[in-house]
């Protein structure tokens, strides 16, 4: 389709339209796929996923909305706003009590408060209120929620993240009607160990210490899988080397800020650490990790004049034994979200991970042994040295030998909690460089997503459904 100088680029951010009894945004987010095809839009990239604050505490699960950039001639906006209106009340589960749709479409350029607004909600909790005063100030603006409408703070922050820095891919397939619910997620297990090992740059999709497949949901919402990586090849190809064992309705591959850590950019204010926060901080151990009950592991750190409990919980599993090799007087970079306040219990962080940037140097004195028998001298009594209790050699005064205590732990190293406990955001060890698989000569998105939308169906009819044994 030509394009005329009537033509304007658009952003449409969505969120907050499904619940923990089901739906999902992404799923709503391939009907609108669907719909901007209709209406022969050009797409400027792929759909965005963008996860935000996860310690907010009105989110459903991943706290993660969606954002659209596309081409479209202007004497259809009226028509697509409509069509668009009916999708989010038809996809949205809006008898859920916690569910709160919210829309925007903007015309032109994005604007700064969204782009500020995107920053602080990777870490902040943020006020509708405030959303909603600037979204009406703009007339370039076109606003649609239901019930409160909370989800009006994902979508302008959604179409504010640029992803500009680092980025990854997610191809998350969706079920037929017919399963969604508690039926169980039918796959052949072997061949999602098999195809990980086979293609590198995907992320996260297995948890090797643990034995655990990532890529399968667990509850009635429309997700079969979710398959994360590097490139759009690298989740392609892991797609097609999956046998799986149910229809699939269909497939969608979002541009993401999964595994980017971009929740934890700058140093938080040690002044103003308070509650819903995704922080980074520095501060001494002051008091040394110890289990409490529930297996869950929690240590005392000062940062400047303030003292939070930092909690590595129990389902951080080994994680909680390098937490455990902590000692009084380390210095660390601590990363994680601050719980709310208990009565008269401190702040705590629900620690994601840790880097000691200083290691307190420990010794042990130990006894001397015998120069004769090489066994351990015993004391001689009372202001007397120390005697061999074979030979009867004798040392006049006691000693001791002064030993430097192994750490098991090491000095500038990030240690993260395991995939299966790691959030959207968490960058995995294997991300440490920001980009390291992406060039600047690599084709556009725009074209990206047109060559993934032509071969669709092709990639779908390539899955054979297999019986399950």
């Known amino acids: 389709m030509l394009y005329n100088l009537n033509s304007n680029i658009f952003h449409l951010g969505i969120d907050d339209t499904d619940s923990n009894e089901g739906l999902c945004t992404t799923y709503l987010g391939t009907q609108i796929v669907n719909l901007l095809l209709d209406y022969q839009v050009l797409f400027l990239d792929f759909p965005l996923l963008i996860r935000l604050n996860p310690n907010i505490p009105f989110k459903t699960r991943g706290n993660g909305a969606i954002a659209f950039r596309f081409i479209l001639d202007q004497s259809r906006v009226d028509s697509l706003w409509s069509d668009l209106i009916k999708i989010i009340e038809e996809f949205s ?253 401190s702040l705590t962080l629900n620690l994601e991970e840790f880097t000691v940037l200083y290691l307190k140097t420990e010794f042990k004195y130990l006894t001397p042994k015998c120069p004769h028998c090489n066994i351990t001298l015993k004391s001689a009594g009372k202001n007397s040295g120390f005697k061999c209790k074979r030979c009867s050699f004798t040392a006049h005064k006691k000693y001791y030998i002064k030993l430097q205590t192994p750490r098991v732990l090491k000095p500038n190293v990030r240690y993260v909690s395991p995939v299966c406990a790691q959030r959207h955001l968490t960058k995995p060890i294997d991300r440490e460089v920001s980009l390291q698989f992406h060039s600047f000569n690599e084709t556009s998105f725009s074209e990206q997503f047109d060559d993934f939308l032509n071969i669709r169906e092709d990639i779908l009819r390539n899955i054979i459904n297999h019986k399950e044994n």
């Open 93 to 345: 589960d809006i008898k859920a009590a916690e569910t709160h749709p919210g829309m925007v479409l903007i015309k032109g350029e994005i604007p700064t408060f969204m782009k500020n607004l995107y920053s602080k909600a990777l870490n902040e909790l943020i006020s509708l209120e405030d959303v909603k005063k600037e979204l009406k100030e703009d007339n370039n603006i076109r606003l649609f929620f239901l019930k409160k409408g909370r989800g009006l703070i994902g979508a302008s922050a959604a179409i504010g993240s640029t992803l500009d820095q680092d980025y990854t891919f997610e191809l998350i397939a969706y079920r037929i009607k017919d399963n969604w619910g508690d039926k169980k997620r039918l796959i052949d297990k072997k061949t999602v160990f098999t195809a990980d090992r086979e293609e590198p740059l995907t992320i996260s999709n297995i948890d090797n210490d643990h034995g655990d497949i990532m890529i399968l949901p667990h509850g009635p919402d429309p997700v079969y899988c979710g398959i994360r990586g590097e490139t759009v090849k690298s989740v392609v190809n892991m797609w097609r080397s999956l046998k799986v064992f149910e229809p699939i309705e269909t497939l969608m591959i979002y541009r993401t800020n999964q595994h980017t850590r971009v929740h934890f950019l700058t140093d938080s204010d040690s002044n103003n650490i308070h509650p819903f926060q995704s922080i980074i901080s520095k501060g001494e151990v002051i008091e040394s990790p110890r289990y409490i009950e529930g297996a869950h592991v929690i240590f005392s750190l000062k940062i400047d004049e303030n003292i939070i409990d930092c909690a590595a919980y129990e389902p951080t599993k080994k994680f909680r034994n390098q937490v455990m090799g902590l000692h009084k007087g380390d210095i660390l970079q601590v990363c994680g979200g601050i719980r709310a306040h208990e009565q008269g219990k």
